[in-house]
């Protein structure tokens, strides 16, 4: 079964540090992945998502994430993080298109001023 | 219209109780899937509706959870004889492709059970 992995539940920087939060998958193929953030009181907002093509992906708001088939990983990073970056973040994975979406277990980020 | 509306935004029920919880998806969009966070547990699937093929349900934890989307277009979540660890935020999304375009998501509805 395709699983999701977030390996930290909680991250905290400094504003101005830049960020790595960190996304394992299990599936084998290369799956559909995505990286939400749930910013406190508010709905789910897609950042960026990978079907195919160039590894490095660009998102909203200065992020971005790469896509490395090697080690089933699709970090997501940001070079220097607002406070206003601080929220829930989730990594999501879909094994073919059409599949459904499951998501990782989140990982709250707490931004330091 | 505008976003993903659920309703209730809140509801409370005793133990033992069923519950119904509504999603109004973003009209036109074909895909609707509902998903359950609790504290620390992430966003759990529960439920999958792609169009007229048949639900991916495997995400259902018990028997006593069930959904059902009518005429393609609102979708209802029953909660049959309520328990304490079904105390969660149930959120919908719905998203204009095969599920695999941007998902977008409702409010959600915060359900406690006493």
């Known amino acids: 079964a395709q699983s999701v992995t977030q390996p930290d539940i909680h991250i905290t920087v400094s504003e101005g540090a830049s960020l790595e939060l960190r996304c394992n998958y299990s599936?084998?193929?290369?799956?559909?992945l995505f990286w939400y953030v749930q910013s406190p009181g508010q709905g789910l907002q897609l950042l960026l998502k990978?079907?195919?093509?160039?590894?490095l992906v660009q998102g909203i708001k200065g992020f971005e994430a790469e896509f490395k088939r090697s080690q089933s990983s699709f970090n997501l990073r940001k070079p220097s993080v607002h406070w206003s970056d601080a929220a829930e973040y989730f990594c999501?994975?879909?094994?073919?298109?059409?599949?459904?979406?499951?998501f990782g277990k989140g990982t709250r980020l707490h931004i330091l001023p | 219209g505008a976003g993903v509306s659920q309703s209730p935004s809140n509801k409370v029920t005793e133990k033992g109780k069923d519950v119904e919880l509504r999603c109004d998806p973003i009209s036109g969009h074909t895909a609707l899937y509902w998903y359950r966070q609790s504290l620390g547990q992430g966003l759990e699937f529960l439920i999958y509706f792609q169009g007229n093929s048949a639900p991916d349900k495997s995400g259902l934890p018990s028997d006593r959870f069930s959904a059902e989307r009518t005429g393609g277009s609102v979708s209802t979540l029953t909660i049959q004889r309520t328990q304490q660890e079904d105390s969660a935020v149930y959120l919908c999304?719905?998203?204009?492709?095969?599920?695999?375009?941007?998902?977008?998501f409702g409010p959600g509805t915060r359900l406690t059970v006493t």
């Open positions: 999501a994975v879909a094994r073919r298109w059409g599949d459904k979406i499951i």
């Open positions: 599936y084998g193929a290369t799956p559909y």
């Open positions: 999304a719905s998203s204009s492709e095969a599920g695999l375009a941007e998902q977008y």
């Open positions: 990978y079907f195919s093509g160039d590894t």
